[in-house]
T-cell receptor, first 113, second 113 residues
């Protein structure tokens, strides 16, 4: 079956612009996660969605970051007024339920000039 | 104390040797444990899961779990240069918000010819 997909694969933007990153999870997975990974670093948890429950936003680094998940499926991560320090790979993962193994998408490489 | 700890490495082993990767975790109640492999520039890929004390073998990979000592390890037999990657340990940790899969920062493995 289809895995987790993300788009775009690469995004180059200018400082101060807004960007939207998209994640399409594995069909049937109720849990969806966003992570950020800077070059040579570990995974930084950003936000988690589980079904219709309120999302866990505890990892969002600032109020410029927001995410939504429509219809319990596709999710969009939005970064407003991008800064150079936002440059990283943004990874999306999904799982059957929280605590189960997660399956990752290919990531979106964001470069802020 | 970090919830999931790994030695960052790099761990260098000669081709054909056994590579041993270790991970310790803080939550004594954790029940699910996973190993991911991440090649440079790629997203993490699930390679092993283990839930019970003891060994679990899959091809050249063996996961070992010791809940009493709170550690999980991954052995790679007959290491190949293609095994060179960063290996992430992930543990199901009970938090205030429920179960959460928590990742270590990864151990870089280099298999040398």
């Amino acid at each position: 079956g289809a895995g987790v997909s993300q788009s775009p694969s690469n995004k180059v933007t200018e400082k101060g612009k807004d960007v939207e990153l998209r994640c399409d999870p594995i069909s049937g997975h109720t849990a969806l996660y966003w992570y950020r990974q800077s070059l040579g670093q570990g995974l930084e948890f950003l936000i988690y969605f589980q079904g219709n429950s309120a999302p866990d936003k505890s990892g969002l680094p600032s109020d410029r970051f927001s995410a939504e998940r429509t219809g319990g499926s596709v999710s969009t991560l939005t970064i407003q007024r991008t800064q150079q320090e936002d440059s990283a790979v943004y990874l999306c993962a999904s799982s059957w339920d929280r605590g189960n193994e997660q399956f990752f998408g290919p990531g979106t490489r964001l470069t802020v000039l | 104390q970090k919830e999931v700890e790994q030695n960052s490495g790099p761990l260098s082993v000669p081709e054909g040797a056994i590579a041993s990767l270790n991970c310790t975790y803080s939550d004594r109640g954790s029940q699910s444990f996973f190993w991911y492999r991440q090649y440079s520039g790629k997203s993490p890929e699930l390679i092993m899961s283990i839930y019970s004390n003891g060994d679990k073998e899959d091809g050249r990979f063996t996961a070992q779990l010791n809940k009493a000592s709170q550690y999980v390890s991954l052995l790679i037999r007959d290491s190949q240069p293609s095994d060179s990657a960063t290996y992430l340990c992930a543990v199901n940790i009970l938090t205030g918000g429920g179960n959460k899969l928590t990742f270590g920062t990864g151990t870089q493995l280099k298999v040398e010819l």
